[in-house]
């Protein structure tokens, strides 16, 4: 176990004394990195021989070296000015690192409790470290125990109950420097009859830099809450994400999450739900859009643990070029959970002769009354439809992105916040600027 530990953290060339800085953290939040770093022992990282990872070749991540920052850097953020809003509430993370000095300063709206991770372990490590120790799913993967176990900082949020926030938190993990890798570890508590709006950015301003970016986001919503979470992932071209999102909902809460993906050569999205309350319903929505030699794979999981729980996931892929896109959605309905309504579908537009997509929806059914379906489709432009445009006097090219903006338009018209769409649509613009 020792020898898979070592081998393990290797690729991290100052791992000592990262190690040494978090041992001085609270008792409590050092024992649970420790747990975590025992597992990561047993488990060791996967290869394309583990049934979760068979798609995915994990080896160019490990072939690099890389650093832990300890502080953030002065980026130049007038290249952010488009996609930033004074409006928001902005959280920037410089390489991993929280950054008070870019981060927004007013006051916060009267309920709400935000700030980096490392600052509220300091001050209520009390309650973080019993949602960390309630925040865990059977079978976690090496890089979420990677993660519990040498987190940097992170985003703690918290509502108190009944708690609307009206304005958008708008998280911003910015990478200007190689062979970093960055590990940011959030936890979002939003308590009962509470609602607030989230999105999440992973930016880097250049297509060149080698790095990786090892997230983790768990979020508790407590009976009755609501939160809208969006995640964008713009990253180097060169860089790799691997990254997992946990939601654990009690009665009648509402989570909304969209998932969108178009930067690194490699990134992995998890997505875990586990519905704990009878009458809770996560509507997943997801868009990858990637080129050149690019891998994405997207692997959602929603346990329906109660009866009369809905889910409803829609993810949509546009490949071009020599790029690869892997989608594994599971379903798991338990004896318990009688009429539960679930729904799952994942499509996939193929531009280039090169790219391919391994797409596997699956349900696990364990329950008679239920209603449950899902569904995968592959396929390229419709040649009547780019005839007809192109007999309009519309040349090929522009044919082409015309289409393909309307399939990617099918899923992202679907967000109800005109800010976060516009803010996709500036991400989106270098991938359709390729074809």
């Known amino acids: 176990m020792l020898a898979n530990l070592e081998k393990s953290l290797s690729v991290i060339k100052n791992i000592d004394d990262h190690l040494l800085r978090i041992s001085k953290q609270p008792k409590s939040l050092y024992a649970l990195r420790q747990q975590a770093l025992d597992s990561l022992a047993k488990v060791g990282f996967p290869t394309i021989k583990d049934e979760e990872w068979k798609y995915t070749n994990i080896s160019p991540i490990l072939k690099n070296q890389y650093q832990i920052a300890d502080s953030a850097s002065k980026p130049d953020l007038e290249r952010l000015n488009h996609y930033t809003s004074p ?156 990254g997992a999102i946990r939601v654990w909902q009690e009665r009648d809460s509402n989570f909304f999450g969209f998932n969108f993906s178009t930067g690194a050569m490699i990134a992995r999205n998890n997505l875990d739900i586990v519905l704990k309350g009878e009458g809770g319903n996560a509507l997943l929505k997801g868009l990858y859009c990637v080129r050149l030699n690019q891998h994405v794979d997207n692997h959602t999981a929603v346990d329906h643990q109660f009866p009369n729980c809905t889910s409803n996931q829609l993810y949509k892929g546009i490949l071009n070029q020599d790029s690869r896109a892997v989608f594994n959605g599971k ?25 391919r997509v391994d797409t596997k929806p699956q349900l696990e059914i364990d329950a008679d009354d239920v209603k449950c379906t899902h569904g995968a489709t592959i396929g390229q432009l419709n040649n009547d439809e780019l005839f007809y445009l192109q007999t309009r006097s519309i040349p090929k090219k522009t044919a082409v992105k015309m289409l393909s903006r309307g399939f990617a338009d099918d899923i992202l018209q679907q967000i109800e916040d005109d800010r976060i769409y516009q803010k996709l649509n500036i991400l989106l613009e270098p991938t359709f600027s390729a074809l």
């Not at 109950?161 to 936890?187: F, S, Y």
């Not at 379903?331 to 790219?355: E, M």
């Open 331 to 355: 379903i798991f309905v338990r004896p318990i959970a009688q009429k539960t309504n679930s729904y799952q579908l994942n499509k996939n537009l193929l531009l280039g002769k090169g790219c």
């Open 87 to 242: 409006d928001d509430i902005n959280i920037f993370f410089i390489n991993g690192v929280f950054s008070p000095e870019l981060s927004s300063k007013e006051a916060l709206p009267k309920g709400l409790t935000l700030s980096s991770l490392r600052d509220a372990s300091s001050t209520v490590n009390t309650d973080i470290a019993a949602r960390f120790k309630t925040s865990t799913i059977e079978g976690e993967s090496a890089f979420v125990l990677l993660n519990k176990a040498l987190y940097q900082d992170g985003i703690y949020i918290k509502t108190a109950p009944q708690t609307v926030v009206e304005k958008l938190i708008h998280i911003i993990h910015i990478t200007d420097q190689p062979q970093i890798i960055a590990i940011p570890r959030n936890l979002f508590d939003i308590g009962q009859s509470s609602e607030l709006k989230i999105l999440e950015s992973y930016i880097s301003f250049s297509d060149s830099l080698v790095y990786w970016v090892n997230s983790l986001t768990d979020i508790f919503l407590a009976e009755n809450a609501s939160c809208k979470y969006f995640q964008a992932q713009s990253e180097s071209l060169e860089s790799f994400h691997l």
